[in-house]
């Protein structure tokens, strides 16, 4: 069975560094970009980057380009999302995803986030 | 591109009729258009994908259609089960922004 598992639940002050982990199980992991969503308390989701695990190239939602690293261990299976200092602001939930590729013909594809994390919750707070 | 999803909330009983809106800012090709249903405490769950695919698992009281810039999730009868948020996506080029999502509660 496929899983994406994460990291446990954290606590920072602001200004330390954090970084959490999403494992993959159960498939090939270097076939599947791996995503980073966050969902601030209450709110919606926000798509913050993705990175291809064969290769580690990354890409970034502009809110997020500079505040956070998503990088990859493929020898683990496992994928970062990493804070160098933290804010108060950064307290959320972060779900990783996996995006799928779906081919149906003519070299069309479809493309979604099938599997998910359950989440690691970060609290940043003095 | 930017999501909008109508109606913010939407108030409906069991066995009604659901129509979920997602209009994106730019047209969009439907490959790329999901749909995701997140209850409280929850990961969100792939619902739709290709604007009207139904993903593995997912009852065929939910349908999805559109094209362009407009998208519809329709849920045909309502379960107890089915009243969450509902959000659309597109993974389009990057960045694949969420609507904001659509609050299915019970009436």
């Known amino acids: 069975e496929v899983h994406l598992v994460q990291s446990g639940a954290d606590v920072k002050k602001p200004g330390e560094s954090l970084r959490i982990s999403c494992q993959g199980s159960?498939?090939?992991?270097?076939?599947?970009?791996i995503n980073w969503v966050r969902q601030m308390p209450g709110k919606g989701l926000e798509w913050m980057g993705r990175?291809?695990?064969?290769?580690?190239?990354?890409n970034y939602s502009p809110s997020f380009q500079g505040h956070v690293t998503i990088s990859i261990d493929k020898s683990i299976n496992t994928a970062y999302l990493q804070w160098s200092s933290l804010q108060a602001s950064d307290t959320a939930m972060y779900y990783c995803?996996?995006?799928?590729?779906?081919?149906?013909?003519?070299?069309?594809?479809?493309?979604?986030?099938?599997?998910w994390g359950k989440g690691t919750t970060v609290t940043v707070s003095s | 591109i930017v999501l909008t999803q109508s109606p913010g909330t939407l108030s409906l009983s069991p066995g009604e009729r659901a129509t979920l809106f997602c209009r994106a800012s730019?047209?969009?090709?439907?490959?790329?258009l999901a749909w995701y249903q997140q209850k409280p405490g929850q990961a969100p769950r792939l619902l739709i994908y290709?604007?009207?695919s139904r993903a593995t698992g997912i009852p065929d009281r939910f349908s999805g259609s559109g094209s362009g810039t407009d998208f519809t999730l329709t849920i045909s009868r309502l379960d107890p089960e089915d009243f969450a948020v509902y959000y659309c996506?597109?993974?389009?080029?990057?960045?694949?922004?969420f609507g904001q999502g659509t609050k299915l509660e019970i009436k």
């Open positions: 995803a996996r995006l799928s590729t779906h081919f149906y013909g003519s070299g069309s594809y479809y493309y979604y986030m099938d599997v």
């Open positions: 159960g498939y090939s992991f270097t076939n599947y970009w």
């Open positions: 990175i291809d695990p064969s290769d580690s190239y990354t």
């Open positions: 730019q047209s969009i090709s439907s490959d790329y």
């Open positions: 290709g604007a009207s």
């Open positions: 996506q597109h993974c389009d080029t990057p960045p694949y922004t």
